[in-house]
């Protein structure tokens, strides 16, 4: 059983960083895509951010790119999501997913296994 654990949340102002992180344990990490999604309050989990284990390609949603940036750890099973430039409607509980399908995280939004997640707050 795959398990993931996402920190690095906080509350923020508007136009600073944070850096998140996800550490998983329990699986063979070679076979799995690793991504970011978010759900802010009322609304639906939206894709982030998708990394392959293998290569490090990187896929990102519309709304963040050039701001957020993926990036794994093959060596200590983590990645990470370094947020610059924050807003306000960046505000949401942000979860780290795997998959052994990069296509089922970055265009199905679906994944085999999921984080607890961690707050992100971004105030005006």
């Known amino acids: 059983q795959v398990q993931l654990e996402e920190t690095g949340g906080g509350l923020v102002q508007t136009g600073s960083s944070l850096r998140l992180s996800c550490a998983a344990s329990g699986g063979t990490f070679s076979s799995y895509a690793m991504a970011w999604f978010r759900q802010a309050p009322g609304k639906e989990r939206e894709f982030v951010a998708a990394?392959?284990?293998?290569?490090?390609?990187?896929k990102y949603a519309d709304s963040i790119k050039g701001r957020f940036t993926i990036s794994r750890d093959n060596a200590n099973n983590m990645i990470f999501l370094q947020m610059d430039s924050l807003q306000p409607e960046d505000t949401a509980v942000y979860y780290c997913?795997?998959?052994?399908?990069?296509?089922?995280?970055?265009?199905?939004?679906?994944?085999?296994?999921w984080g607890q997640g961690t707050q992100v707050t971004v105030s005006s």
């Open positions: 990394i392959s284990w293998a290569n490090g390609n990187a």
């Open positions: 997913a795997a998959d052994t399908l990069m296509l089922r995280l970055w265009v199905n939004h679906a994944a085999d296994y």
